[in-house]
Structure formats: structure tokens, C-alpha cells
């Protein structure tokens, strides 16, 4: 994929998701009664196609009993590189993982999904 292109991208993404937020919309508050009471340290929240992280980061500022590092960044593999490349200290702790959309979901077991 052409460098140029995917800064680009993302840089249209930034502005999707700044004006159709994450939070404010959904109420987890089921999602961190989940947590506490289910003793499996399994993924709490996986962000297929999360782009750089922010609905992942919103929802987390929002809940923030819900453990960042139990969420999961789902991306192709250019966007995953240069969400790592980008260095956000926030999303440090959040898993990342490059997917094909066209295979099988690599996370298995997770306690919530998001697209």
C-alpha cells in the first residue's frame, strides 16, 4: 500500500471519528460488571478495523474500570505498523493485531466485539 496513501487515510479517519464518537453513545457499564465478576483474564473489548485506537481510547476514558491492557486493536497490517510507528502512549498497553477481514477472526473468546 502506497505510504502516502495511508497517512492520508488515517488522517480521514481522525476526522470520521472526531465527529461520530465512540463514547457517549453505548453504555459499557455491563462490560465492567463483566469484568469483575468473570475470573478468566480473556480480551475484554476487540476494535476490528480500529484504525489508531481513539474509539477504543474514548470508551476507556469513559469506563475506565475496564483494563486497557485486556483490549485488543484489530487492523490490517500497514494500519497496525503505523499505529506502532505513531508511539501513542495510551494505546502502549493495548494489544495489536494485524488481520486479513477476509479470514477468520483471530480472537477467540473475547468478551465484546465492535466494527
Same mark, same amino acid.
Not at 9 to 18: A, D, K, Y
Not at 79 to 88: N, Q, S
Given at each position: 500500500? $502506497?505510504?502516502?496513501?495511508? !497517512?492520508?487515510?488515517?488522517?480521514?479517519?481522525?476526522?470520521? !471519528?472526531?465527529?461520530?464518537?465512540? &463514547?457517549? @453513545?453505548? $453504555?459499557?457499564?455491563?462490560?465492567? +460488571?463483566?469484568?469483575?465478576?468473570?475470573?478468566?483474564?480473556?480480551?475484554?473489548?476487540? +476494535?476490528?478495523?480500529?484504525?489508531?485506537?481513539?474509539?477504543?481510547? &474514548?470508551?476507556?476514558?469513559?469506563?475506565?474500570?475496564?483494563?486497557? $491492557?485486556?483490549?485488543?486493536?484489530? $487492523?490490517?497490517?500497514?494500519?497496525? !505498523?503505523?499505529?506502532?510507528?505513531? +508511539? @501513542?502512549?495510551?494505546?502502549?498497553?493495548?494489544?495489536?493485531?494485524?488481520?486479513?477481514?477476509?479470514?477468520?477472526?483471530?480472537?477467540?473468546?473475547?468478551?465484546?466485539?465492535?466494527?
Amino acid at each position: 500500500m $502506497d505510504k502516502k496513501y495511508l !497517512e492520508r487515510f488515517i488522517i480521514g479517519m481522525r476526522v470520521v !471519528e472526531s465527529s461520530n464518537p465512540a &463514547s457517549g @453513545i453505548y $453504555d459499557f457499564s455491563w462490560l465492567v +460488571d463483566k469484568v469483575k465478576t468473570t475470573a478468566v483474564e480473556r480480551p475484554v473489548f476487540v +476494535d476490528v478495523g480500529g484504525g489508531q485506537g481513539h474509539a477504543l481510547l &474514548s470508551i476507556q476514558e469513559e469506563f475506565p474500570e475496564l483494563p486497557i $491492557d485486556r483490549f485488543v486493536l484489530e $487492523d490490517l497490517p500497514e494500519t497496525i !505498523e503505523a499505529v506502532k510507528r505513531a +508511539d @501513542i502512549p495510551r494505546l502502549k498497553e493495548v494489544a495489536k493485531v494485524p488481520i486479513n477481514f477476509h479470514a477468520e477472526q483471530p480472537i477467540k473468546g473475547e468478551l465484546s466485539y465492535m466494527r
